[in-house]
């Protein structure tokens, strides 16, 4: 049965094999990757849903551990932005991926051909049920030896997102009900092939912050910072 772009569906036993997945019972990972659409077609006994269910609340401890042992002196409320990134949908797709997850999903034929398996829904789903059957299978020991190397392989890119400036400023701003702010480009200097921009970001329409940049991306994450300075944003 063929899959995404063509290529082969990889069998639980492959897939355990391949990611050093130490299932004892093969028929709980042959489940957590069975869609629903596959279960109406293909008359299998049981979809991954339950088992979504349960890795979603084995993922939240584990992700939660793992963030307040790994990070001791992190307050409360940016572990709590941490555990939230890290077990947000589309991060959890951002998982599979990196595990080929999608070329081992049981599909429908009409939710395969529509690309169901690189549709971060599906996939997000499937990486909680994976984690839901090795659970039950193997304890929470191989749960955390799985997922931790997952964690610490993101752990840069969260730190960023979570701490980055102008998500921190449109919190704030939002948060004293003012509105998005909004970033405007003032100038630019230098010759067409560096290029340097000059922003501005407006709170409720008043400038709270400046900044330069050689994309308009650095500009708006410098006026973003200017701005939590000037404002004093802890």
């Avoid at 009409?110 to 971060?120: F, H, Q, T, V």
Wanted: proline share 3%; net charge negative; no cysteine.
């Amino acid at each position: 049965m063929s899959n995404l772009n063509g290529r082969d569906v990889e069998s639980a036993s492959d897939l355990s094999r391949r990611l050093s997945l130490p299932f004892s019972k093969i028929s709980l990972l042959v489940r957590a990757l069975t869609h629903r659409s596959y279960v109406n077609e293909y008359s299998a006994v049981e979809d991954n849903e339950r088992l979504e269910f349960l890795g979603d609340a084995v993922l939240d401890f584990t992700v939660g551990a793992w963030v307040y042992n790994r990070f001791p002196e992190m307050p409360e409320g940016d572990l709590t932005k941490m555990r939230s990134a890290l077990v947000r949908n589309d991060q959890l797709a951002k998982f599979a991926r990196k595990l080929d997850l999608g070329y081992a999903l049981r599909l429908g034929r009409g939710e395969a051909s529509s690309g169901g398996n690189d549709r971060d829904n599906l996939l997000g789903s499937a990486f909680e049920a994976l984690i839901g059957a090795l659970y039950l299978d193997s304890g929470l020991g191989a749960v955390d030896a799985f997922v931790i190397p997952i964690l610490e392989d993101a752990r840069e890119s969260i730190l960023n997102e979570i701490h980055d400036p102008k998500s921190r400023l449109q919190e704030w701003s939002q948060s004293q009900k003012l509105g998005a702010p909004r970033y405007r480009v003032t100038g630019t200097t230098g010759p067409a092939h560096a290029v340097v921009f000059e922003m501005v970001v407006e709170i409720a329409g008043v400038v709270k912050g400046t900044g330069t940049g050689t994309s308009k991306s650095n500009a708006e994450h410098a006026a973003a910072q200017d701005a939590i300075n000037n404002l004093g944003i802890i």
